[in-house]
């Protein structure tokens, strides 16, 4: 619940009871409003890096004959419809990594709420100040490159790439990961139709939770969107690409924005660490299957060459 002090024009979001202090010249934004004034021009900054990175790879990748746009949407669907039909699949072997995953967020949601009590009483910790530029309220939105607003448009600009240079990776890579961000939204889509949690912000009690699901974003605390969507795209290009020594770069960008939403109250942390076991799992199924339809259009002589290719690779001359 959000509620307005009329005399100092300040917010108060759920169950917090902290003082309403003056503004100095302005209004306070209510703490779950997107930071407005510098989104649009990040992301058009973001962009613009993406096409001066594809522009200065001489070779993507080792290319191959790209399919029609509507056959890319088709792969997309199927990529997107065997994501979501997975548990109708499960084989034996794979109970293990699930009971595994299930016990691993169980125990971390045993410490939930101390977790979230240390981070909330000590705001000046090396680790809690070094989140600073992945937290809300930072000048730049970077925690937001976790969210379909960031996402999509710079998986349709890899994607516009690719197909103006005729490189596969950069089509790939912009198709993989816009899949990864729709089949986590899918998934979480009926996770908030089944089951609310409270979000950290909103009650310092960890199980707080309701049945069924709840459309109130205060109550849409599990799991994390943001990081299962950044740790798709992630896992997608770890496991279809070969990135070399950056390669584990998206995965600390994931963790680091999955941490920096633990401090902002706005996920617990058992939250984080099943929307990231739910992102790699999804990156790396439709890697798989990216991999698998790579093997089937090359040739005959080089279709055993499934493994992961290079997305960037420069050269220079002197």
């Known amino acids: ?44 900054l973001s962009l613009l890096s993406v096409a001066l990175l594809a522009t200065s ?31 109708a699949r499960v084989h034996p072997s794979d109970l293990t990594p699930m009971v595994g995953a299930a016990t691993l967020v169980t125990i971390i949601a045993l410490r939930d709420s101390t977790l979230w009590q240390w981070m909330s009483d000590h705001p000046h910790a090396l680790v809690i100040r070094l989140l600073g530029p ?15 607003q960031f996402i999509l448009p710079l998986s349709g600009v890899a994607y516009a790439v690719g197909r ?11 198709l993989g990961c816009a899949a990864g961000h729709l089949s986590s939204l899918g998934v979480r889509a009926i996770v908030f139709r089944v089951v609310a949690r409270a979000r950290p912000r909103v009650t310092p009690q ?4 309701a049945f069924p699901g709840s ?6 605390s599990f799991l994390s969107g943001h ?15 070969s990135l070399g020594a950056i390669e584990p ?19 617990w942390a058992s939250d984080t660490m099943a929307g990231a076991i739910l992102g790699f799992a999804i990156g790396k199924a439709i890697a798989d299957r990216q991999l698998a339809r790579v093997a089937r259009e090359r040739s005959p002589a080089s279709a055993g060459g499934s493994a992961p290719v290079r997305l960037l690779e420069w050269s220079f001359s002197f």
């Open 134 to 148: 992945i937290r809300e309220g930072w000048r730049l939105p970077a925690y937001e490159l976790g969210s379909g």
């Open 215 to 220: 459309k109130d974003w205060s109550w849409q």
């Open 206 to 209: 960890p199980f707080q939770f």
């Open 1 to 44: 619940m959000v509620a307005h002090d009329a005399q100092w024009g300040c917010w108060h979001c759920g169950n917090l009871k902290s003082p309403c202090r003056r503004p100095s010249k302005r209004l306070a934004l209510p703490d779950s409003m997107p930071h407005l004034r510098h989104r649009w021009r990040h992301l058009a």
């Open 249 to 267: 770069l998206p995965y600390l960008y994931s963790a680091a924005i999955g941490l920096g939403r633990m401090a902002d109250g706005r996920h």
């Open 227 to 241: 990081v299962s969507n950044s740790m798709a795209c992630a896992s997608y290009l770890g496991h279809r690409f």
């Open 57 to 87: 790879s001489r070779h993507a990748a080792a290319q191959r004959p790209l399919v029609s746009e509507r056959q890319d949407i088709r792969n997309v669907g199927g990529d997107l419809w065997s994501v979501w039909a997975s548990p």
């Open 164 to 174: 103006m240079t005729h490189s596969s990776a950069w089509r790939d890579a912009g």
